[in-house]
């Protein structure tokens, strides 16, 4: 069957009062011209238009014309391969609001097929508070134990995927070079912060929410705890389970609405983009929509919120300078511990772009911006960096074969930067660029640019 074959002519509405149907007006600004397609990177994996954001919106259309069931198994693998990126988003010169479609799609199919078991399974464990911390605590004890890093090294490559990502997030620190310049501590006071923590942040990435409150610290920001958050309910939406993403941004409301003079530090893409969209989420709740939207408008990135505020405490040496006097291949970087990162000279940093930042929040400059602002570092190019690197939330466990294809030429570009640290602001990103990194057997980590802010704000001593 070709699915992407133009529909003739309106018919009534196959699917009237769903989520699709409610969304369709944003199907109508597309006008086909295709300048989505090499934006997306599962078009220019697959080549197949079914696969591309313009064969998806045309699915979606013919769903809503009932040119095709909703059970039909073409809609289901097409819609299923679509990492939610977004990068058509920001390509689509129409404005076509991909991303609420995408939802609107897998909330309104989800009714007429079932959710594949391991989605399910993990929907419901990081739905439940209780059922997700001893997952997360058993998570860390392997971490710890080393079993992780050595199944990773043993198992066969995808089965060794999953254990790759959880060794991948042990902290690392930046050390750099010990005795050059550091950041400078804000004598300016910066408005009054509190952080969402988060699940998985909270879970596996506890030394970024540590090192998100340091670098707020220093920036002069006056940091609120806030009590009774949990998970920020992303995976649920881009799974299409509407209900549970509803009842998670309505805990997270209630508990920031504690603070309410506040700004919300996210120092996770994917979470801050659904934070942001809160109001979205719950607009045709009347008792929730103007509570979701004041949250929503007080949310910032972390990025957003550093940019501009970092100061070095001696003039720094020029990356330029320091780079082409000394070099890089004769003077690596090196682990000096298993969990410090120590050189002589600047730190090779290459970012890649989370989607839920470029994409989803339009977040280019700033996280570029702190990166540059942070003494002994020279940030390196990194080809394609605005291209999703396959995570997509649970996409890399539900769909492993396409997010392989997409992950691979990132991992040659990140192992062509030939860079010393790999960064990323998103927990998603970090694991699946992680976990390629050390099944490739490359020494470079992937973390948070927080990290390098925070590390930068302390001078270490010699062990
Ligand atoms: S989604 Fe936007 S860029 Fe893609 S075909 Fe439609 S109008 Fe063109
Ligand atoms: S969200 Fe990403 S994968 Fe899905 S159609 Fe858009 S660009 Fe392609």
């Avoid at 010393?420 to 640019?449: E, F, K, R």
């Amino acid at each position: 069957m070709d699915i992407t074959a133009p529909s003739r002519a309106p018919l009534p509405c196959a699917l009237p009062d769903s989520p699709l149907a409610n969304a369709a007006a944003g199907l109508d600004a597309c006008v086909h011209c295709g300048f989505c397609l090499p934006a997306c990177p599962t078009y220019v994996t697959l080549h197949d238009e079914n696969d591309s954001p313009r064969g998806r919106l045309l699915l979606m259309r013919r769903l809503l014309d009932g040119e095709i069931a909703p059970d039909d198994p073409d809609v289901g693998t097409h819609l299923d391969r679509c990492l939610g990126c977004r990068g058509c988003e920001t390509a689509c010169p129409s404005g076509v609001p991909y991303g609420a479609l995408l939802e609107a799609t897998r909330a309104t199919l989800r009714e007429h097929r079932p959710t594949p078991f391991i989605a399910r399974v993990v929907l419901d464990v990081f739905a439940r508070s209780w059922l997700l911390k001893p997952a997360l605590l058993g998570a860390r004890i392997v971490r710890a134990s080393g079993i992780a890093r050595w199944l990773a090294r043993t198992l066969p490559a995808r089965v060794a995927f999953p254990f790759a990502m959880l060794a991948s997030t042990a902290p690392v620190r930046i050390a750099g070079n010990r005795t050059g310049p550091r950041l400078r501590r804000a004598t300016q006071p910066a408005p009054t912060a509190t952080m969402l923590t988060g699940c998985v942040m909270q879970g596996l990435f506890a030394h970024v929410n540590d090192a998100t409150a340091t670098a707020l610290r220093g920036t002069g920001h006056t940091l609120v705890t806030t009590t009774g958050q949990g998970c920020c309910g992303a995976l649920h939406a881009h799974a299409g389970d509407l209900h549970t993403a509803r009842a998670l941004a309505k805990r997270n409301i209630v508990a920031f609405e504690r603070v309410p003079q506040a700004v919300i530090a996210v120092n996770s893409a994917g979470c801050g983009a659904m934070l942001k969209e809160y109001g979205h989420l719950l607009h045709d709740e009347p008792a929730w929509a103007e509570r979701a939207a004041a949250v929503s408008t007080r949310v910032r990135d972390i990025s957003e919120l550093l940019a501009g505020r970092l100061e070095a405490d001696e003039p720094a040496v020029s990356a330029h300078d320091a780079s082409s006097s000394t070099d890089a291949s004769s003077a690596r970087a090196s682990v000096a511990s298993s969990s410090t990162l120590e050189t002589s000279r600047p730190v090779r940093v290459a970012y890649d772009a989370p989607c839920h930042l470029l994409h989803a929040q339009r977040i280019s400059r700033e996280p570029l911006a702190v990166l540059q602002s942070v003494p002994g570092i020279e940030l390196v190019p990194l080809e394609d960096s605005e291209l999703c690197c396959g995570s997509a939330g649970i996409y890399n466990l539900v769909e492993p074969e396409t997010s392989d294809a997409v992950l691979a030429p990132k991992l040659q570009h990140m192992l062509n930067a030939r860079a010393d640290v790999i960064t990323t602001g998103n927990p998603g990103c970090l694991m699946q660029l992680g976990a390629a990194l050390l099944l490739a057997d490359s020494a470079t980590p992937a973390v948070h640019p927080v990290v390098l802010v925070a590390d930068a704000f302390e001078r270490p001593s010699r062990d």
